[in-house]
């Protein structure tokens, strides 16, 4: 008798229909001997709904009442799936998360899972129940309700995975699993039978949108084996597990892009210590993310600062950089929208030279040119013009033999 | 600086501007030095659209789930009404169930509160705080959200204000107190500045919607008073109180009339002892209640049993009654929807003689044929033709001189 985790997303609970055929299969599962605890989301466009309700009393909800009213949408959908599953003859329970005892920090919004008792978990499997455990909330030490932020059902999923120390993390989802490229674009992009911690990471980071980026870490901490995989279809998907020999011998598992990028370059600068963080700071405090940075010297005593940010949030950090720029005596603040992110991850990198010698070579060879380039230990990203973003995607997925065989 | 229980129905809450409304109202009261503790309602109609997601799940959903579905109305309301209250510039938290600490039995769908702790909700307001707290939901002894049923808002805010000893509960709602006589058949009743418990439970049982009967009973027992007004009018309501001296110099305090009566009678059933349990029972066993109970001899060894039940159950208590008719033998069974029943109402009527003969006496004077009686310490009930309610409930009220100055 495995005890598995499974999740399902709000699309996979988007209406009663759907929450019926998901009920169907979690107790296919259950038939063959499985306990299931079993995170689900709230249906589709329900927390958008709630917070557009929100907006209606004030501008600026206060963030612990905005927590107690997103928290309904994942209560209704445990609720409505475990009466299906009980209307099918099996029996199921609906857990919250303060009954869950899934204990987080105060951080509303954004809180983070610090512990999780499973006893009552525990206590309605042995009484051979499917469990039902809302996700994205849990509870403070204060017993307030706090919620994870977007993407938390992942996490809640790997964590109580984690803490039953089960045998598996299913995560359901409406794509098939992880794909070398992303099969819009490349046709030939191929769905990877299993692909390390570290490399989905920086797959979540730079724009792959299937995992939760903290649920990959929860899952890499713990050593919790995920699988990625479809709601609608039956077939495998992709495991998400820890490093192993055989992965390393792959050089690069995939190629990813991300058009939500934008450019600022501040021409000029005086250069002197401490200018990088006089003029990022306002963006920091601003909550913006500033993703790649370059300082390049310009002139005698001055010097040119680009960096990225996303599309969502040019304006907004063109305007403070710009009052920057008037403080310190800058030349003059430019800004691009028009570029897009490609890179390319795999853990063989760490060990094989010339990894980024070919992605340049790959992309000189289509006459794209790269304006910016950041490295990590398993990943290489450039920024180009966003008009070839499909070309540089195809071009570096053949270059590096991702695809299925030519059809 | 007063301790006062507010509670607001579905329809004070029914939308965003209306919460925003309450919000206005309850600061009011907080500016004037009160420490408030506010029971919402869900919004109206948002009950009624929960349950109808749990239809199309199943046709009966599980108990235990439905009030983890339904518990969802209240949290909505009242994290929506603390964030109005803060976005104005007063502190404000909101409680669920749980947080409340609202302890009740484990009959989901009509739990009975067992016990309330009131530390959280004190240092809340402790540090000044409005405390917005969950109505309709409690918590059982394995930390299974309940709820206590239709109109259990009423109960949550009585019971609170017994716990925390309030100086006063107030409940809110779309009319303006408690009246002689509906308004909209008595163009001359009057609003009862005050009246007493025990009144007020039979009104409430005869069919006024005031009040949940509950939260009168629980009134009553810890002796709270409660102020019925209107949520969308500035004057005072109706005091429901312990009784006083002053209130048994009033014979009555109000007439009373509900159309959703029907009668049924069992003619020439063979007399014998338990026949009444024997007709009754599978009535009782379906779950409908009866209200008045007539059994008169009609031949030698036969009897006729007349009672009266609710018209929503009138054809299911028919054919219920008809399999009983046939197996024991009676003559025949006879029905009629055309009836209501009229009642008057006061704590007077114990003391005084002459009230029963007078009601009597008033109705004749119009022609209006009473059918049955019912009677209890402190009221008379009396059905008669449907179509003489209003001419009824008239005379009655002028009779007993409960208007206001003829205009």
Do not use: W
């Amino acid at each position: 008798m495995a005890l598995i985790v499974q999740k399902y997303g709000g699309t996979s609970v988007g209406s009663t229909e759907k929450i019926k055929k998901v009920a169907e299969r979690v107790t296919e599962s259950h038939k063959k001997g499985n306990r299931l605890v079993v995170v689900l989301s709230a249906m589709a466009g329900q927390t958008d709904a709630l917070i557009n309700l929100s907006k209606e009393i004030t501008g600026i909800p206060d963030p612990r009442e905005l927590d107690v009213l997103v928290a309904t949408g994942e209560q209704i959908s445990i609720s409505l799936f475990a009466m299906a599953v009980k209307s099918m003859g099996y029996d199921c329970c609906s857990l919250l998360g303060f009954q869950a005892a899934i204990h987080t920090d105060q951080a509303y919004g954004k809180a983070r899972i610090k512990k999780i008792d499973t006893d009552r978990i525990l206590k309605e499997l042995d009484e051979n129940r499917i469990v039902a455990v809302a996700g994205f909330q849990g509870i403070d030490e204060s017993g307030n309700i706090t919620t994870l932020g977007r993407g938390g059902s992942d996490t809640t999923a790997v964590a109580l995975a984690a803490a039953l120390k089960a045998a598996q993390c299913e995560i359901f989802t409406d794509v098939e699993g992880v794909f070398s490229a992303d099969p819009n674009i490349c046709t030939r992009a191929r769905k990877l039978e299993s692909i390390s911690y570290e490399e989905m990471l920086e797959l979540a980071s730079l724009g792959a949108k299937v995992l939760d980026i903290r649920s990959i870490e929860f899952a890499k901490k713990f050593n919790v084996p995920i699988h990625v995989r479809s709601s609608f279809a039956r077939n495998e998907g992709t495991m998400v597990v820890a490093e192993n020999k055989e992965m390393e011998k792959v050089l690069v598992s995939g190629v990813v892009f991300d058009r939500n990028q934008a450019r600022i370059t501040m021409v000029k600068v005086p250069d002197r210590p401490g200018i990088a963080f006089k003029i990022l700071d306002p963006v920091f405090k601003a909550g913006i993310v500033v993703d790649m940075i370059v300082q390049n010297p310009s002139a005698e005593g001055l010097t040119d600062l680009t960096f990225t940010a996303t599309k969502t949030h040019f304006q907004e950090t063109l305007k403070l950089v710009r009052e920057v720029a008037k403080e310190i005596g800058a030349e003059k603040v430019l800004g691009d929208q028009d570029i897009a992110k490609v890179s390319i991850v795999g853990l063989g990198m760490r060990n094989h030279a010339g990894v980024a010698s070919k992605m340049f070579e790959t992309l000189a060879k289509e006459n794209i040119n790269i304006s910016m380039i950041s490295t990590s230990e398993i990943k290489i990203s450039c920024i180009i013009e966003e008009k070839y973003t499909e070309l540089a995607v195809r071009a570096l997925h053949d270059a590096f033999g991702l695809g299925n065989e030519k059809d």
